[in-house]
């Protein structure tokens, strides 16, 4: 990988993966390759599996939607485990391995909340966090609600400002967002069948097509990550994130103190280049990226890269 200064904006990198580097790992659910012990903790918001493993300066790995602490394995896999740290992979209330308790889905207060409750049972002090998608959503917030707990904070791929836009105003972000839009939309119509549906078009070769907007070159990704992909997307918590983010005040973030990095995709059809225009004014200090040649899974796409831009490497 190289970087070079983007002169189109301050603070911006644009980084241009190695050659034949893309989607390099597969997904792995086997926690053993880490050294990583299962526990499940009681939240509010339900029993939260956790995978971890005792160590300094831990790491609190949160996935995103179409995810679980499976998600971040390629990026463990580039960084040979973060050997000497401590590692903390959760599956957030109702996904995953987690079940949600109550008539809905966690709200995002919940979801804080019971990641804090994690990491309170596990006594690993303040974390650094690296959040993909939705996972750099509750990231951000836990670091509004809780900074002493939060040491730096990594947003990969993060929805961010323009996702809450388009959540806000689905007709205008047909033009600015329209993957998210569409999505959102679809799935109000098939409703508890998406998920059924979902499967039905992998076991007949169709998911490839469907999720070709989502990664740079899905025709180049392991099996393992659309069959990741399939089985832990969760189409109800979707859309209930979609209108959680619709209410949400993004200048919430002004009040982060906790040092950042944002890594977003030059061809993300769920986070724009523009969010990181919108962070910058809202985290001052804040370090940002773009990936060249990379979808919305950055981690799974160009995890070496990312670790890289993140200090993980």
């Known amino acids: 990988m190289h970087a070079v200064d983007d002169p189109a904006g301050a603070r911006v990198v644009t980084a241009t993966p190695s050659p034949g580097s893309y989607a390099p790992h597969p997904v792995t659910a086997d926690p ?93 002090g303040p974390v650094d966090v690296v ?16 900074p002493t707990r939060v040491r730096s904070l990594g947003l990969v791929s993060g929805t961010t400002t323009a996702t809450v836009r388009a959540a806000r105003h689905p007709v205008r972000a047909l033009a600015t967002l329209p993957a998210f839009t569409l999505l959102r939309a679809g799935l109000a119509v098939t409703g508890r069948t998406a998920r059924s549906l979902l499967r039905g078009l992998a076991r007949v070769g169709v998911l490839p097509l469907l999720a070709a907007p989502v990664f740079a070159h899905v025709r180049r990704l392991d099996p393992s990550v659309l069959d990741a992909f399939v089985a832990e997307f969760r189409p109800e918590l979707f859309s209930a994130a979609a209108r959680s983010a619709a209410g949400y005040d993004v200048g919430r973030w002004r009040a982060v103190t906790s040092p950042a990095t944002a890594v977003v ?47 993980l490497a």
Not at 44 to 64: I, K
Not at 74 to 99: C, I
Not at 131 to 146: I, N, P, Q, R
Not at 276 to 300: K, N, S
């Open 32 to 124: 053993a390759v880490w050294s990583l012990v299962r526990t499940t903790v009681a939240t509010d918001a339900g029993p939260v599996v956790v995978h971890h493993r005792p160590g300094p300066r831990p790491v609190l790995f949160l996935h995103g939607v179409a995810g679980s602490w499976t998600t971040w394995t390629p990026l463990l896999t580039a960084v040979d485990g973060l050997p000497g740290r401590g590692l903390v992979l959760v599956d957030l209330p109702g996904w995953g391995a987690s079940t949600a308790v109550g008539a809905g889905p966690a709200d995002l207060d919940a979801v804080v909340r019971a990641v804090v409750t994690v990491l309170d049972a596990l006594g690993t």
């Open 131 to 146: 959040g993909h998608s939705m996972g750099a959503f509750v990231g951000l917030e836990t670091a509004v609600a809780a």
């Open 265 to 311: 995709g030059r061809q993300d059809v769920f986070a724009r280049t523009t969010d990181l225009d919108d962070l910058r004014a809202l985290l001052p200090g804040v370090r940002t990226a773009v990936l060249e040649d990379c979808g919305h899974f950055a981690h799974v796409e160009h995890p070496d890269a990312v670790a890289a831009l993140l200090g």
